[in-house]
Every structure is written in structure tokens, then in C-alpha cells.
């Protein structure tokens, strides 16, 4: 049986957008969300957007798994990536991201947003630069 995504992805170029859909995590569905996330490498340039509102707890497992999937690609994050933007509507998630981030150095920069037009607007203006 196939296992349920845990995010969907639109390419709208420059913008990847990732809606996590907040099924549980397993080996299946991580590796189909590293594929789809590695097409952005081929854009010359793009800006990353995850909306984790749906999500409610990510494994250790995968945070590790991402965290070194993160290593495996940094070049292409730094040359390719105007950022990450991250959106958490709660104080909870929000909270939860920026620790994250704070343990996991993410190669281009990244900012926490608790609404997509806020985290859209920083997007543009790094798009500007």
C-alpha cells in the first residue's frame, strides 16, 4: 500500500511552494518529498516557501534525515536559494521552526512568518535584490 504525502508542491516560477499536509511521516513518503523538493535545483534561481500549518510533531528520524539532506545539497541551496520562508500561523509552530533552524543551518536565509502574505512580501522584496 502506498503511504499518504506529506506535502504537496506547486513550481510557480521563482517560487516553490510546499504545503505540508500533516500525514505521519514514514520512509516512503520522505524519499517522494526529497525528489519533488530537488526539482527546484533545476531553476537557475528560486525562493522556497513551507507552509507547516497543517503539521503537528516531525519525527526525530526525519528532521536528522532532512537536516543531512540539507548538508548533501548545500552548494545548490546557496547558489540556487533566495531563502526560505516558513510559514507557521501558531506560536507553537512558529517557535518550533525557529529552533529548528537554529540547530539545522540551513545555507540561504530563512525567516519564520505566521501568514503567507507576510512571508510572500519578504520573498518579493529578497527577489528585488
Known sequence: MSSLPIATFQFEKPFVYVSFTGNDFDDENFEEYKKSSHK???WERYGM???I?????????????????????????ENKA??????APSFFQRTFAKTIFLIISYPSKVEV?????????WMNKLLEK
Request: proline share 0%; glycine share 2%.
Open 40 to 42: 527546484a535545483f533545476e
Open 49 to 51: 516557501i513551507y507552509d
Open 53 to 77: 500549518s497543517k503539521v503537528e510533531y516531525v519525527q526525530t528520524k526525519y528532521r536528522t534525515l532532512q537536516a543531512e539532506d540539507i548538508k548533501k545539497h548545500k552548494e545548490q541551496i
Open 82 to 87: 533566495i531563502g526560505l520562508a516558513v510559514i
Open 113 to 121: 512568518f505566521e501568514s503567507e502574505e507576510k512571508a510572500m512580501k
